[in-house]
């Protein structure tokens, strides 16, 4: 069978499984499969599916995965986060915009020690939309937060899509990491400046409800916020410090964030045999439902590849190369497009090879072109069909999908435009800081 009426028959397909309500993992893994029997028959799809699914998860780098979600859930059931979110609100007199900038922020910290935008997002959604929602925000901004804070994994080092792309272009990996800190600032402003936006159309910037009212009035005591301001300090200076001295890798940084976390949930009087037996449970159930998603993109992905949809595409580009600008929007239209519906790593083996040696011909240095290609990524974790950040706030939250999607399509557009048109515009925000380390 030709490779068109093939394509034309797993999207299909993949739409129809989404449609009925499949989980995304086996929407992604059943397309997939079904799209490489048709492509290359029975022999090939066995060949990946007994290598790729584990080669995908078999990572010494993902091992950061399970180690931070523990790390969240010692935070979560310990109620530090609980005590954060009631001191912010306090301090900003019931202002509850503010409690939404410091989820963002959140984020954007365990982004930097992570990586993982799937597992950040998962663990914000049971963290801190509990909280968001008994402060005046609607459950489903209270998700899209969520998933938009874990979005950020993509550009803030060390993102994985950023190793990964440096491995395969030759580019230092440490250049990419500090030239993506501006541009990673620059979208967290853009998701904060679009918060306020929707929390203050959405009419609830002051708490009015009377579940909210009673929240204002608890009254934790000062040993408790003492003890969860100092164990945020303390974490964010131990595994900041830790990685950018060079003292520990970001794995050895989920085991020391979750040893921290441990001793404050024992100083705090909640280490008991259920705390830990709680803890470990929805740390195997989250990082499972994790591992499970992206081994369904990878298959997926394959498909993609297989099908040379990519190639096709950027082929048809080569008539443009006159017009530079006009050849990089396309570039990251593209991309877009592609990160709709795949996750970030297939995205970049698949298509780095092709459109790198396009973007330097038409002027973008390897080391430009990959920060634009993360600035994307961070907003293809948050679209439809297949925004892996929104799913995994969906996994845990109950919240409908559509429901979530609805808010973070707007984040998604606002950073995918404004961001890579201010880079383009002003390069040096990309490059000041590597030529001046």
């Known amino acids: 069978m030709g490779e068109i009426p093939v394509i034309i028959i797993t ?11 499949l989980h995304i993992s086996t929407v992604l893994l059943l397309s997939g499969i079904v799209g490489i029997y048709l492509l290359s028959g029975v022999q090939a799809l ?6 790729d699914p584990f080669n995908r998860v078999a990572s010494y780098t993902l091992t950061t995965i399970p180690l931070f979600i523990l790390m969240s859930q010692f935070i979560m059931h310990a109620d530090i986060v609980k005590y954060l979110y009631s001191l912010v609100f306090k301090l900003t007199r019931g202002v509850s915009s503010v409690l939404g900038v410091f989820t963002i922020l959140l984020g954007g910290f365990l982004g930097a020690v992570s990586g993982s935008g799937s597992a950040i997002s998962a663990s914000l959604g049971q963290i801190a939309v509990p909280e968001l929602k008994k402060r005046g925000y609607k459950e489903d901004l209270a998700g899209a937060i969520a998933a938009v804070s874990g979005s950020l994994s993509s550009i803030i080092p060390p993102a994985i899509g950023l190793i990964i792309y440096g491995a395969l ?36 910037e002051v708490i009015e409800t009377e579940e909210a009212q009673s929240i204002e009035l608890d009254n934790y005591s000062a040993k408790q916020y003492t003890v969860a301001i100092l164990t945020g300090l303390f974490i964010v200076g131990a595994i900041f410090g830790g990685i950018y001295l060079g003292i520990f890798t970001p794995t050895e940084a989920g085991a020391v964030g979750a040893f921290i976390s441990l001793i404050t949930a024992a100083i705090l009087g909640k280490v ?4 830990i037996k709680k803890s470990l449970r929805s740390t195997l159930e989250i990082t499972t439902m994790v591992m499970v998603i992206m081994i369904g993109a990878q298959v997926f992905g394959k498909f993609i590849s297989l099908s040379r949809i990519p190639r096709k595409v950027l082929e048809m580009l080569e008539p443009l190369m006159g017009m530079p600008l006009l050849i990089i929007i396309l570039l990251l239209i593209i991309y877009f497009i592609l990160f709709m519906f795949l996750e970030g790593a297939a995205v970049i083996l698949m298509t780095v ?50 429901n979530l999607f609805k808010y973070s399509l707007i984040f998604a557009t606002a950073a995918s435009i404004a961001v890579p048109a201010i880079l383009l515009n002003f390069p040096e925000l990309m490059t000041f800081l590597v030529n001046n380390k």
């Open 11 to 21: 999207l299909t397909l993949f739409i129809a499984l989404l449609s009925i309500g």
């Open 46 to 51: 066995t060949g990946i599916l007994e290598l």
């Open 169 to 204: 272009t030759q580019t230092p990996i440490g250049d990419l990491f500090i030239a993506s800190i501006i541009p990673g600032i620059l979208m967290i402003i853009i998701f904060i400046i679009v918060l306020m936006f929707l929390h203050k159309r959405s009419k609830r």
């Open 272 to 275: 008991n045999v259920n705390f």
């Open 353 to 402: 090879p092709i459109t790198v040696p396009l973007a330097q011909a038409v002027g973008i240095s390897p080391l430009e072109f990959g920060i634009l290609i993360s600035a994307i990524g961070t907003a293809g974790l948050l679209t439809p069909p297949v925004g892996l950040c929104v799913y995994s706030v969906a996994g845990v939250t109950k919240i409908p999908i559509e």
